[in-house]
C-alpha cells in the first residue's frame, strides 16, 4: 500500500519509520520563518506544523499519536491525546501539542513531535429510534462493571 504525502515547504521533512516493524510514522516539526525553537509554558497547547500533506489509501485515516520519548522525557504530548485526520482533509497535518510538566518546555525545528498510524474506518448510515434494544448492563457506565 501506498501513502501519498506532499511537502508544503522546501525545508519539510518527510515522514519516517523508526524501525522496520514501526506501526506508527514520525512526524517532524516545521516551524515558520527563521524560527528554530518554540517554547512551551506549563500546561500550555501550542499547534505545531508538520509542513507536510498527507493523501491516506481509501478507507484509511491518520490517527495522530504520541511519541512515547516525548511523553516521558518531556511531559509532553497531543493535546486531544489521539488527533483524527479525516481521509478527505488535503491541508497541513498540524499537532496541537500540550506541556504536562510544571516547567517550560522547547520543540525545535526538526524535532520528531508526533507518530502517524494509518487505521482503517467504516461510515454507517445514521439512523434515528425512538430506542434502542435493552442489555444486561444497560445504562451503567464509569465503573459500573467493576474496578
Known amino acids: 500500500m501506498e501513502i501519498k504525502i506532499k511537502k508544503l515547504y522546501e525545508d519539510s521533512i518527510m515522514p519516517t519509520y523508526g524501525s522496520i ?3 506508527g510514522i514520525d512526524l517532524y516539526a516545521h516551524l515558520e520563518g527563521n524560527t528554530q525553537i518554540i517554547i512551551i509554558k506549563p500546561h500550555e497547547t501550542i499547534k505545531v506544523g508538520t509542513g507536510i500533506a498527507v493523501e491516506p489509501p ?3 485515516f491518520g490517527a495522530i499519536f504520541a ?3 516525548m511523553a516521558t522525557k ?3 504530548r497531543p493535546a486531544n491525546c489521539v488527533g483524527v485526520c479525516d481521509w478527505d482533509y488535503r491541508g497541513e497535518y498540524i499537532v496541537a501539542i500540550h506541556n ?3 516547567q517550560e518546555q522547547q520543540i525545535h525545528n526538526g524535532d520528531r513531535i508526533a507518530q502517524l498510524v494509518l487505521l482503517p474506518y467504516t461510515t454507517f448510515n445514521i439512523v434515528e429510534v425512538d430506542d434502542v434494544s435493552t442489555t444486561e448492563r444497560g445504562a451503567g457506565g464509569f465503573g459500573s462493571t467493576g474496578a
Open 58 to 60: 481509501v478507507g484509511y
Open 100 to 102: 504536562d510538566t510544571e
Open 67 to 69: 511519541r512515547s520519548g
Open 74 to 76: 518531556q511531559g509532553l
Open 21 to 23: 516493524a514501526s506501526a
